[in-house]
């Protein structure tokens, strides 16, 4: 299995078009963020924008392979299954 850390090295991170710290994403745009892989692909909200800890990726500047690749392995917040309570 292929890690995302993998995909990325591979495509050339200069490659990939990462978003500014302050950028402000568009509503409702889809975005995944390199340093937060965990989390999956997102929904932008009104008003949000690229901080500093950041490396956003705009699903609207990619090819769709390349998505693909990036989100592949990643599993959504909303999908991931909270911890049992003891």
Known sequence: MIDHETIVER??????????????????????????????PFKA????????GNRYVARRDVEQDVWNQL??????IEEVSPEPSV
């Open 11 to 40: 495509r050339d991170e200069s490659t990939l078009p990462i978003l500014e710290p302050g950028t402000l994403l568009e509503p409702s745009g889809v975005y995944f963020d390199l340093n937060h892989r965990e989390r999956g």
């Open 71 to 76: 989100v592949e392995h990643a599993i959504p």
């Open 45 to 52: 909200l009104v008003g949000q924008e690229a901080g500093s």
